[in-house]
């Protein structure tokens, strides 16, 4: 019998192979997917705080943005208030495509809750930010031990 945990990873898996296959489409990969989440246009966000937002290395970012900006999704800036922050921005094309990429991803997650109430969604919603939460939580204190 299969336990919680093994449960939720087995279905994160199976989402992010699903989800892998709409990120391919427009020759992206999921964590720049993520990326788009944390624009918007005409703001400016600096790397070192993205990256804490997306829980990810500097490092990982940093190439994850060479790629996108290579492709014109989004553009490196100076900080005009501090010149040794550097802020990432969308571009015009950039929010083309994550239009474009949300849409897909409403119908996918559509066939994937297709059989659940609203209710239900929110009581899973609720219960995911709980989960999330405590992981940043444990995360946290480990780092600060």
């Known amino acids: 019998m299969d336990t919680l945990i093994s449960i939720f990873t087995d279905t994160s898996r199976l989402h992010h192979k699903y989800h892998h296959t709409v990120f391919e ?5 999921r964590g720049q997917g993520r990326l788009f989440d944390k624009l918007e ?6 790397q070192k705080e993205l990256a804490r937002r997306m829980n990810i290395t500097p490092a990982t ?3 994850m943005v060479q ?7 989004v553009t490196r800036i100076t900080d005009s208030k501090d010149q ?9 094309k950039g ?7 949300n849409e897909k991803l409403k119908i996918v997650d559509g066939k994937i809750f297709k059989n659940f109430t609203q209710d239900e969604k929110d009581l899973l919603e609720n219960m995911l930010i709980r989960i999330q939460n405590q992981l940043k939580m444990e995360i946290e204190n480990e780092n600060n031990n």
């Open 25 to 29: 489409s427009f020759n992206l990969h």
């Open 41 to 46: 246009a005409g703001d400016g966000i600096s």
């Open 61 to 63: 970012l940093t190439r």
């Open 67 to 73: 790629n996108m900006e290579r492709h014109g999704l």
């Open 84 to 92: 040794r922050i550097t802020l990432i921005t969308i571009t015009e």
């Open 95 to 101: 929010l083309e495509i994550k239009a474009e990429l």
